[in-house]
Nanobody, 123 residues
Framework: QVQLVESGGGLVQAGGSLRLSCAASGRTFSRSGMGWFRQAPGKEREFVAAISSSGGSTIYADSVKGRFTISRDNAKNTVYLQMNSLKPEDTAVYYC????????????????WGQGTQVTVSS
């Protein structure tokens, strides 16, 4: 079993920044690719960013590329999502997830999910 707990969400004005954290426990964190996904009201869950087990490789959705940065600290069993230049369309519940093996943009590659943290960007 893996437990994932997100934190850091909140209300921010457009153009502002937030940093999300996801604390993991239960499985050897350093062996898993990790990802962030989001789901806005009335929309399907979508990929945001992913990072390899070592942190040496990252992938991003086009919509966040250049504004968001995913990183991880394996010593702290934590993955982060730094979000800059936030836009109202970034408003969503953000979920972190642990991959079975490699980091991926495909949600089916992830077998554990956190409970989510709300991010609201006002215009």
């Amino acid at each position: 079993q893996v437990q994932l707990v997100e934190s850091g969400g909140g209300l921010v004005q457009a153009g502002g920044s937030l940093r999300l954290s996801c604390a993991a426990s239960g499985r050897t964190f350093s062996r898993s690719g990790m990802g962030w996904f989001r789901q806005a009201p009335g929309k399907e869950r979508e990929f945001v960013a992913a990072i390899s087990s070592s942190g040496g490789s990252t992938i991003y959705a086009d919509s966040v590329k250049g504004r968001f940065t995913i990183s991880r600290d394996n010593a702290k069993n934590t993955v982060y999502l730094q979000m800059n230049s936030l836009k109202p369309e970034d408003t969503a519940v953000y979920y972190c997830a642990a991959a079975r093996f490699l980091a991926s943009w495909r949600s089916v590659e992830y077998d554990y999910w956190g409970q989510g943290t709300q991010v609201t960007v006002s215009s």
